[in-house]
T-cell receptor, first 117, second 113 residues
Framework: GENVEQHPSTLSVQEGDSAVIKCTYS??????FPWYKQELGKGPQLIID?????GEKKDQRIAVTLNKTAKHFSLHITETQPEDSAVYFC????????????????FGKGTHLIIQP | AAGVIQSPRHLIKEKRETATLKCYPI?????VYWYQQGPGQDPQFLIS???????DKGSIPDRFSAQQFSDYHSELNMSSLELGDSALYFC????????????FGPGTRLTVT
């Protein structure tokens, strides 16, 4: 089965600086890579995702890059703010591009991001 | 915007009892996923349903079963509860054609004593 490694487990950055979280996956059949933000006591919130036919995707201060050859993908957060403090999870799945599909996600162990004021 | 609804939000059971967790997906979402998250851990995929049929199966114990109903809501049934079943249980839903874009509910916190 799929195995997702995530680093670092804890990341502390100064407010306004950038944060980068990296993940690697093992199954070359995986082609869908979402990132989730989870605040204490809440469910994971989908913040951005990328599919294998795209190398990079950006949404305001958040960007994700994917290197299928090396089997790694990264989350980049620029101009960090106190409200960015949370646990971030990367995940991978074998998506199906048409006709539905309900593959479960395999998550990394999470990164606790701390934004220092 | 409407979100995934889970009930109950908190549940306390004793060992060997049974529990039923309910999940109501986002309107027009026809796919439901169940995950278990232990303290300080990542969510672990249990099972999923697409159009009321089981679609994918993860690390769901044999003591657990689930189904999806005609209105697309889903129930996770847990029997012979063990202390180790204490966890957060999340339901997520996705829409056909937007494969795997899963939106999570607020979770049910199950405590087994």
């Amino acid at each position: 089965g799929e195995n997702v490694e995530q680093h670092p487990s804890t990341l502390s950055v100064q407010e306004g600086d950038s944060a980068v979280i990296k993940c690697t996956y093992s199954d070359s059949a995986s082609n869908y890579f979402p990132w989730y933000k989870q605040e204490l006591g809440k469910g994971p919130q989908l913040i951005i995702d990328i599919r294998s036919n795209v190398g990079e995707k950006k949404d305001q201060r958040i960007a994700v890059t994917l290197n299928k050859t090396a089997k790694h993908f990264s989350l980049h957060i620029t101009e960090t703010q106190p409200e960015d403090s949370a646990v971030y999870f990367c995940a991978a799945a074998q998506g199906v591009y048409s006709g539905g599909g309900a593959d479960g996600l395999t998550f990394g162990k999470g990164t606790h991001l701390i934004i220092q004021p | 915007a409407a979100g995934v609804i889970q009930s109950p939000r908190h549940l306390i059971k004793e060992k060997r009892e049974t529990a039923t967790l309910k999940c109501y997906p986002i309107p027009r979402h026809d796919t439901v996923y169940w995950y278990q998250q232990g303290p300080g851990q990542d969510p672990q995929f249990l099972i999923s349903f697409y159009e009321k049929m089981q679609s994918d199966k993860g690390s769901i114990p044999d003591r657990f079963s689930a189904q999806q109903f005609s209105d697309y809501h889903s129930e996770l049934n847990m029997s012979s509860l063990e202390l180790g079943d204490s966890a957060l249980y999340f339901c997520a839903s996705s829409e056909e054609g937007v494969v795997n874009e899963q939106y999570f509910g607020p979770g049910t916190r199950l405590t087994v004593t």
